[in-house]
């Protein structure tokens, strides 16, 4: 890292692979000379709120609470994303009655159902739903904390993703946020910066 004149990198939660053990950001920082910052993964908090929460209010109540608390007392600077492959970036902005209907739908899925869709191999609009409105309540209190969102945009990223919904035009309506009129700065930041679709992201930057 010193010889690549690495000055600082972002780490989400800890580092390392499905098959190696994972290195916590406080141990792993102390062996290299960059700085490390770490910001916080959306996703997997995704996953456990949809399978052990009974409603979409306790779901939403505590991914508020988690995210606030991740930024405020563990100083994470920002929130990470791949709603990409797990839901497409094509973010809408759902109402509540169809987000609670989306939830409802959810957990009437078999095991297996949620089992595959959980490892990215079945996509059904309930969860797409539910997913994408976990996220907009996560860009929602990133521009009142003031942090950025990363989303992992373009090419790329683990499994049998949406990759038609990973262009990066598709992240205009949460560019957009909350979509009516007046909109808000959200930092968003397209990670991979859409590659190899780098125009649509350049062009996406020069309109916002």
Partial sequence: FAAAKLQAMFLTSALGAWNLPSLPVPEFSKKVTARVHSIFSVDPLHGSLMNEKNTLDEALAENAARLKREVVENKQLGFKSHIATRAGLDVQAYTPQEAQ?????????????????????????????????LLWQAVGIAYDLDVP?????????????????????????????????????????????GYPHVDQAAYLTHIF
């Fill in 149 to 193: 969102v990363h989303i992992h945009s373009g090419d790329g990223g683990e499994g049998q993703g949406n990759l038609s919904r990973q262009y990066p035009y598709n992240l205009e309506n949460v560019v957009r946020y909350p979509v009516e009129f007046p909109q808000k700065h959200v930092k968003i930041v397209m990670i991979h910066g």
């Fill in 101 to 133: 209907q989306a939830w409802v739908d959810y957990k009437k899925l078999a095991p297996e159902e949620k089992r595959r869709e959980a490892q990215g191999t079945l996509h059904p609009q309930s969860a797409k739903i539910v997913r994408q409105y």
